[in-house]
């Protein structure tokens, strides 16, 4: 029982422990759901953009789990070729386990309609990096 010296429950710590453990389901519902597959627009351009990318990736995954989107951060574009990949890095928020997002381009559809897979290690990586 959490309690503070007056003998009154200490709400912020059982708040918080409900936000770590539901960030930690969060994360374990996202590692483990293998791959998911999205498309994007990229008008013409050699590459998908990575602000859209990472939206897409992010969208793509809550949809796949149906829970909340995550925070996913890619370190630049991808290019708009057949098997071309970029390694993200999926985090939920209120939460600071991060786990790598393998994305790779499935085809390319004409000028404008790029088709990509997420694959999300189940292994999270070392803090700090």
């Known amino acids: 029982m959490l ?9 912020d710590r059982t708040a918080r422990a409900l936000r770590l453990t539901a960030s930690a389901g969060a994360l374990a519902a996202m590692a483990s759901v293998g791959a998911c597959s999205g498309s994007v627009s990229i008008g013409g351009s050699d590459a998908v953009a990575e602000p859209e990318l990472e939206r897409r990736v992010a969208t793509a995954l809550a949809e796949q789990v ?4 995550p925070n996913i951060d890619c370190p630049g574009d991808l290019a708009a070729e057949v098997d071309a990949s970029i390694q993200c890095v999926l985090t939920v ?3 600071t ?12 559809n004409g000028d404008d309609d790029v088709q990509f897979s997420a694959q999300v290690g189940t292994t999270p990586l ?3 990096g």
Do not use: M
Not at 66 to 69: E, S
Not at 97 to 108: A, D, E, G, K
């Open 3 to 11: 309690t503070n010296r007056n003998g009154n429950w200490n709400l």
């Open 66 to 69: 149906n829970r909340p989107t």
């Open 93 to 95: 928020t209120g939460d």
């Open 97 to 108: 386990t991060r786990y790598p997002v393998n994305v790779r381009v499935t085809s390319v």
């Open 126 to 128: 070392p803090a700090g």
